[in-house]
T-cell receptor, first 111, second 116 residues
Framework: DAKTTQPNSMESNEEEPVHLPCNHS???????IHWYRQLPSQGPEYVIH???SNVNNRMASLAIAEDRKSSTLILHRATLRDAAVYYC????????????FGKGTSLLVTP | GAVVSQHPSWVICKSGTSVKIECRSL??????MFWYRQFPKQSLMLMAT?????????EQGVEKDKFLINHASLTLSTLTVTSAHPEDSSFYIC????????????FGPGTRLTVL
């Protein structure tokens, strides 16, 4: 699997935007960029994914660099409930293989 | 989104006993499920791939005779930790592939196992 690199931790104030970066310089043309998050003592949950174009959903936005070697997950207004570990994972479309989790970024949100 | 459940959510057992953890896909059929474990302050580590009607595929370093996996139906996979020891204490998480959703992986809430 192509590798991703994320900062170990980030901190944000409540109600401010958060930009979580991910580097994936060895991404292949068929790899989708997936983001999952894991709240304390829970299983991971899907956040968003994309291939080339920027994507928006009710949880977040995903900005993908033109060369696809990096991406940024954007939480528009962080809340205390967004405190979690965020994982950036590359995965080919329709892959039947398990997601391979790296260390992710631990997001701390302060009031 | 699709729902995957795990039972129990937590379990405490004595060393040497066996513990069974269930993983169910509640609103879809899953021919493939995965089992992960997560130690404190660490990421999820894949243990095995569970395929309905066939033997599970284990990752390197995971003892198949210790971690028994049964995927007898399209909605249920079980993980049995046999002769559990304190070092098996961990957070066990299952996930299920939903083919109708582009093989998206849906995760259960996890099971906290504590072996005394």
């Amino acid at each position: 699997d192509a590798k991703t690199t994320q900062p170990n931790s980030m901190e944000s104030n409540e109600e401010e935007p958060v930009h979580l970066p991910c580097n994936h310089s060895t991404i292949s043309g068929t790899d989708y960029i997936h983001w999952y998050r894991q709240l304390p003592s829970q299983g991971p949950e899907y956040v968003i994914h994309g291939l080339t174009s920027n994507v928006n959903n009710r949880m977040a936005s995903l900005a993908i660099a033109e060369d696809r070697k990096s991406s940024t997950l954007i939480l528009h207004r962080a809340t205390l409930r967004d405190a979690a570990v965020y994982y950036c994972i590359l995965r080919p479309e329709n892959s039947g293989y398990a997601l391979n989790f790296g260390k992710g970024t631990s997001l701390l949100v302060t009031p | 989104g699709a729902v995957v459940s795990q039972h129990p959510s937590w379990v405490i057992c004595k060393s040497g006993t066996s513990v069974k953890i269930e993983c169910r896909s509640l609103d879809f059929q899953a021919t493939t499920m995965f089992w992960y474990r997560q130690f404190p302050k660490q990421s999820l580590m894949l243990m095995a791939t569970s395929n309905e009607g066939s033997k599970a595929t284990y990752e390197q370093g995971v003892e198949k005779d210790k971690f028994l996996i049964n995927h007898a139906s399209l909605t249920l996979s079980t993980l049995t930790v046999t002769s559990a020891h304190p070092e098996d204490s961990s957070f066990y998480i299952c996930s299920a592939l939903r083919a109708s959703a582009g093989n998206e992986q849906f995760f259960g809430p996890g099971t906290r196992l504590t072996v005394l």
